[in-house]
């Protein structure tokens, strides 16, 4: 059989997280599966590249992603689910031409979903959650990171605090009901214990933001060296 030809398939050009997984995931088959499979990445919409958009990639009609694929060697679809993607258009279009892998980013429940191959979650409760919901399917789990070499060193931030005192951490999102967990910034103070005391920088915007500033002002004071 000729090896594997992944098309990572994304609904849009918009520099959402599902590009960020996108772009680990592609960077982890280039690195360790060259042997295994090619790969490229297939856009449905958008009007130009983002600015920090760095894999090539090319644009389909969902309608052309059939004929597309037939044309192909051994493909399989890894589609990029977002919050509001509706999947059943692509998986209608893409019908047996090959195998459709879901990657499942958001943490949303059933909306949007459609039948599959395989559904990806990409945290331990959406991989918990989603085997109960979605008995029929296979569900697999694969944790959020990055590899940190591909991204250029920065230096560490000093006008806050004494850095060599704290291990500094982030994070950046927006801040709504999927992606914002109501005990985030507790967990991060009372329970997360490391070598240094942990100064984690959250930031984002939103509906929800008020609700972690608050949570910040509340819960700062008890918990311990760590900093919110």
């Known amino acids: 059989m000729s090896k594997m030809h992944v098309v990572h398939v994304v609904p849009s050009l918009f520099p959402y997280g599902a590009y960020a997984l996108l772009s680990e995931i592609h960077y982890g088959m280039q690195a360790n599966h060259v042997a295994d499979c090619s790969q490229e990445v297939v856009a449905l919409k958008g009007t130009e590249t983002p600015a920090r ?5 090319s ?4 309608d052309s992603l059939s004929s597309y694929l037939r044309k192909k060697s051994n493909p399989v679809v890894l589609f990029y ?10 998986q ?17 429940g059933m909306s949007g979903m459609s039948t599959c191959n395989a559904l990806v979650t990409v945290s331990q409760r959406m991989y918990s959650n989603y085997s109960k919901m979605h008995t029929n399917l296979k569900v697999h789990l694969i944790k959020n990171g990055v590899h940190a070499c591909i991204f250029d ?25 999927c992606k914002h967990p109501k005990d985030w910034v507790k967990w991060c103070l009372r329970s ?25 002002k509340k819960h700062n004071h ?4 760590n900093v919110v």
């Open 53 to 57: 958009w760095e894999i090539p990639y």
């Open 59 to 62: 644009f389909q009609q969902t």
């Open 81 to 90: 689910k977002l919050a509001t993607t509706d999947c059943k258009p692509v």
């Open 92 to 108: 209608q279009a893409i019908g047996g031409s090959a195998p459709f892998i879901i990657v499942n980013v958001s943490d949303v």
């Open 153 to 177: 060193a920065f230096p560490v931030r000093t006008e806050d605090f004494e850095s060599s005192k704290y291990f500094v951490t982030g994070r950046m999102n927006n801040f709504n009901r």
């Open 192 to 216: 997360v214990r490391l070598a240094k005391p942990m100064w984690h920088d959250y930031l984002g915007w939103g509906g929800y933001h008020k609700d972690a500033v608050a949570q910040c």
């Open 222 to 225: 008890l918990g311990g060296e």
